[in-house]
């Protein structure tokens, strides 16, 4: 399974973009490590973990203490050994929608056999709250995850458009 982590950390200076590598990551904790190696300094530290185009793991430290995780999708712990690493541990299903039974609604086409890009049966675990101070609250970030026809990058994008650091996460992508 492939994927793509990118660091972003934010300073006094603003934010800076870095791609981290996960690979012979033993457990949550020294992936948390990885990403505090990114800024030893930084205020605020977040990892925008996608795979296959199907799964967003996002991990946030705030100076470089209290790890907090929140995943797309539980399955993503089944289908990879990365995935089970990130997510396996985010026994809870994610809350917070009670004002709407049907949070998986795009609010576009209304044909039957047209295919989400995001299951449906998409099961959000850890902390959807993760980015609330920040600007994208967790209703937001659910609904973002689950918006028919956007990708993990997609979905990477559009947070890192709020918080301001876009560009930089996008000059990782074409590098």
């Known amino acids: 399974m492939s994927y793509f982590a990118a ?3 934010r300073d006094d200076g603003g934010w800076t973009a870095a791609e981290v590598s996960l690979r012979g990551a033993a457990d949550i904790d020294e992936v948390a490590d990885r990403l505090r190696d990114v800024d030893q300094d930084a205020d605020l530290s977040l990892l925008f973990v996608e795979a296959d185009d199907t799964y967003l793991v996002i991990l946030r430290l705030d100076e470089g203490e209290d790890l907090r995780v ?9 289908e990879s050994q990365l995935g089970a690493l990130l997510v396996g541990d985010l026994k809870a299903s994610v809350t917070g929608l ?7 609604a795009a609010g576009g086409g209304d044909e039957e056999t ?14 959807a ?5 920040l600007g994208i609250p967790a209703q937001k970030l659910l609904s973002l995850c689950a918006e028919e026809g956007m990708l ?4 990477t994008a559009e947070i890192c458009q709020v918080l301001g650091c876009a560009d930089q996460v996008e000059e990782l992508r074409e590098v």
């Open 152 to 155: 993990p990058a997609d979905v």
């Open 70 to 78: 929140f995943g797309s999708d539980s399955a993503y712990a089944e």
């Open 114 to 127: 047209e295919q989400p890009a995001v299951d449906p049966e998409a099961d959000p675990v850890g902390d």
């Open 129 to 133: 709250d993760i980015l609330a101070d």
């Open 98 to 104: 009670e004002d709407t039974d049907e949070p998986r």
């Open 7 to 9: 660091a972003v950390v």
